[in-house]
T-cell receptor
């Protein structure tokens, strides 16, 4: 079975500082995609960043970057220069290859609060 | 380009009433997904379509739930009769296809409250 674990239910950070959200996953598949979604208070689910398992280079999107450790099945999200607008719930998720479709398996989420 | 559109954004109804949620996927996307989000169960996939055809509805909780996709630009999720435990946020998402590398883009959600 595919599972995603986010061990930090809540985190907080001061504006302009850096924060890292952790995520571990479990799958027996070798080919898969990993995603981080952000859900602000508006409840809209917004894609933050994605990473293909076969790519060793960590993905980066402006202030957001990941630390992908395939052997450890770890996929953490680093937010640099945190902004008040980053306050949201963050979900780690993945889809696996080798099956008929890309079902998204989500973690439980981490609530991030950015303080001024 | 407009994102996934859902209506209504909020719905309050009484137990036993029929509820219909609507979704318009991103133009050109061939796959559509319905999710439900609750505090207790997190995000659950209810059903998904590919090229307007339902592929997997194993996540639909009960026969009270049904979903249709009559054309490439419209889908509905219906609950009849509704119950208080159906209260949740319902998301629609779409992607270009079903391949695992495709990104799913979510709509703003419909917050349903059944009294």
């Amino acid at each position: 079975a595919q599972t995603v674990t986010q061990s930090q239910p809540e985190m907080s950070v001061q504006e302009a500082e850096t924060v890292t959200l952790s995520c571990t996953y479990d799958t027996s598949e070798n080919n898969y995609y990993l995603f981080w979604y952000k859900q602000p208070p508006s409840r809209q689910m917004i894609l933050v960043i994605r990473q293909e398992a076969y790519k060793q280079q960590n993905a980066t999107e402006n202030r957001f970057s990941v630390n992908f450790q395939k052997a450890a099945k770890s996929f953490s999200l680093k937010i640099s220069d945190s902004q008040l607008g980053d306050t949201a719930m963050y979900f780690c998720a993945f889809t696996i290859g080798g099956t008929s479709y890309g079902k998204l398996t989500f973690g439980q989420g981490t609530i991030l609060t950015v303080h001024p | 380009d407009a994102g996934v559109i859902q209506s209504p954004r909020h719905e309050v109804t009484e137990m036993g009433q029929e509820v219909t949620l609507r979704c318009k996927p991103i133009s050109g996307h061939n796959s559509l997904f319905w999710y439900r989000q609750t505090m207790m169960r997190g995000l659950e996939l209810l059903i998904y379509f590919n090229n307007n055809v339902p592929i997997d509805d194993s996540g639909m909780p009960e026969d009270r739930f049904s979903a249709k996709m009559p054309n490439a630009s419209f889908s509905t999720l219906k609950i009849q009769p509704s119950e208080p435990r159906d209260s949740a946020v319902y998301f629609c998402a779409s992607s270009q296809g079903l391949a695992f590398q495709e990104t799913q883009y979510f709509g703003p959600g419909t917050r349903l409250l059944v009294l």
